[in-house]
C-alpha cells in the first residue's frame, strides 16, 4: 500500500555532511483524513532501532532524537511525497543503517518502512 525508497547512504568522514531522502508513494497516501508523519530510525550493529527525526505532515511539527539535535535537520516536500534528512556534524557513532518510516504518530508506532540504507561514518 505504500513504498518508501531512500537514497543510497554513503561514506563520510567524521565532521562532513550527507544528506538522505526517501520517497513515499502508494494509494494511502492519498487519504487526507490521515495525518502521515514521516521519520528517520537508525540501527548500529548490535544495537536495537532508534529514533532520529520525525515530522508532520505540514512540516510545522518536527522531532529529533538528543544525540543529534543541533546537528540534523528533517525537512520534506510534499509536492514530491519526499522527506530529507540533513546530517551535518556526521560522527563516527552515527554509522548505521537508516530507515525512513510511515506512522501515524510522531516517533512511531510505525506503519511502514523503507528497505534502510548504509551510512558510514569513518574517524
Known amino acids: 500500500q505504500v513504498q518508501l525508497v531512500e537514497s543510497e547512504g554513503g561514506l563520510v568522514q567524521a565532521g562532513g555532511s550527507l544528506r538522505l531522502s526517501c520517497a513515499a508513494s502508494g494509494r494511502t497516501l492519498s487519504n487526507n483524513a490521515m495525518n502521515w508523519f514521516m521519520n528517520w530510525f537508525r540501527q548500529a550493529p548490535g544495537k536495537e532501532r532508534q529514533f532520529v527525526a520525525g515530522?508532520?505532515?505540514?512540516?510545522?511539527?518536527?522531532s529529533y532524537a538528543d544525540s543529534v539535535k543541533g546537528r540534523f535537520t528533517i525537512f520534506r516536500d510534499n509536492g514530491k511525497n519526499t522527506v530529507y534528512l540533513q546530517m551535518n556534524s556526521l560522527k563516527p557513532e552515527d554509522t548505521a543503517v537508516y530507515y525512513c518510516a510511515l506512522s501515524t504518530v510522531i516517533r512511531g508506532p510505525v506503519n511502514y518502512w523503507g528497505q534502510g540504507t548504509q551510512v558510514t561514518v569513518s574517524s
Open positions: 515530522i508532520s505532515r505540514s512540516g510545522s511539527v518536527t
